[in-house]
């Protein structure tokens, strides 16, 4: 498998950088209908320290992946989920971004960027490893906060609610490795283990593993730079208050009251703690029932969830893998987890 020698150089490079530079210059001056001039503290409040604290992260991510890829380590780190990953044709590069998956999206993004690049796996095992790391993974790292929030203010129903996005997290993992054994290669017995380096080679594998990182973080600020201030100018000039409104205002739940959507309304509307508040408060005055109450928080978050992945989530994807590719994996992954969900909260809306 050859190593794919992606750049941003070439005239890419000069297309995303004037647009970006034209996208600020025509903001800043009000040109847009409905723009607002831009203030210092805006610039910092909202734009520049979210967009840092991103980059950041990023940048960490993909130091420590690509140090874990060059060190030789990623077979290692994926060794625990070999047996699973190997029954589903993954190799144990991509149960190293398993691993990484548990602690940091962004890292085990980074990683699994590093391998598709080098060539070390192909385009469809990036996107079945990717969407696999969405299922449990995921679920599993959010959950602690999610637990604490949910379970004091909606209790029975909150548990009955974490259990079904647990199954439906299950669902795709198991999904996904099925479709894995019989879409990809099997990988051969061994394979993806990569033997550390020797100590009289590391400082020269160090500079490497430094100057990988400095070409492949400046394309990531490249691509993330104009789709993060696409996006501040959109939710500045209010496009995600208006498909928020335009969400809430189509909800009709003719099986369920109206304090069901209420509480689908307050997760859309606002960010999905309201929701769970406003749950909580209906079912201790006896309006929801628990099933009522789990219904109206599973279809809360279905009609929440794709908004806020395109808010949060897109420019750190397409700075990650590319504007292309980052996108479609984030369409995959929003969509099977939409149809994962439906999928196991209909039999509880129907027996539970």
């Known amino acids: 498998m050859k190593a794919r020698q992606k750049t941003s150089g070439g005239w890419g490079r000069w297309v995303l950088l004037l647009t970006f530079g034209l996208l600020v210059t025509i903001y800043w001056l009000g040109l847009l209908p409905g723009a607002h001039h831009l203030t210092v503290q ?7 320290w979210p967009l840092l604290h991103l980059l950041a992260y990023m940048g960490v991510g993909l130091l420590m992946g690509q140090a874990v890829e060059s060190l030789g380590w990623a077979a290692k780190l994926g060794g625990w ?3 699973l990953l190997h029954w589903g044709h993954l190799r144990r590069e991509s149960g190293a ?8 999206g962004i890292m085990a993004n980074t990683m699994l960027a590093t391998l598709y690049q080098e060539g070390k796996i192909s385009r469809r095992e990036l996107a079945v490893t990717y969407l696999f790391n969405n299922g449990l993974p995921v679920y599993l790292l959010h959950l602690p906060t999610t637990f604490f929030i949910i379970l004091p203010l909606t ?5 009955i609610y974490l259990g079904i996005t647990l199954a439906a997290a299950l669902l795709r993992s198991v999904a996904l490795l099925f479709y894995g054994r019989l879409a990809l290669p099997a990988a051969a017995e061994g394979a993806g283990g990569e033997a550390a380096p020797l100590p009289a080679k590391k400082a020269g594998l160090l500079r490497e593993i430094w100057q990988k990182f400095q070409k492949r973080f400046s394309r990531v600020i490249l691509f993330t730079l104009p789709i993060y201030f696409f996006i501040f100018v959109l939710n500045d000039l209010g496009m995600f208050k208006w498909l928020r409104d335009a ?3 189509h909800v009709s739940l003719g099986f369920l009251p109206m304090e069901a959507a ?3 309304i307050f997760s859309v509307a606002t960010e999905f703690t309201s929701g769970i508040a406003a749950a909580g408060a209906f ?3 006896g309006a929801l029932t628990v099933p009522q109450t ?3 928080l599973v279809l809360g978050n279905i009609v929440a969830t794709p908004i806020r992945g395109l808010r949060h989530q897109l420019a750190a994807n397409v700075g990650i893998f590319s504007p292309k590719l980052g996108t479609q994996l984030l369409l995959l992954s929003q969509s099977l987890r939409l149809l994962s969900l439906v999928m196991v909260a209909i039999p509880y809306a129907i027996w539970g």
């Open 155 to 159: 209790r029975q129903a909150g548990l």
């Open 97 to 104: 971004a398993f691993t990484a998956a548990f602690f940091s």
């Open 283 to 285: 079912m201790q005055a």
């Open 294 to 296: 789990v219904m109206a």
């Open 81 to 83: 989920a070999a047996p």
């Open 42 to 48: 805006k610039v910092y409040h909202k734009l520049a």
């Open 262 to 264: 209420s509480v689908v």
């Open 247 to 249: 969400a809430a205002a």
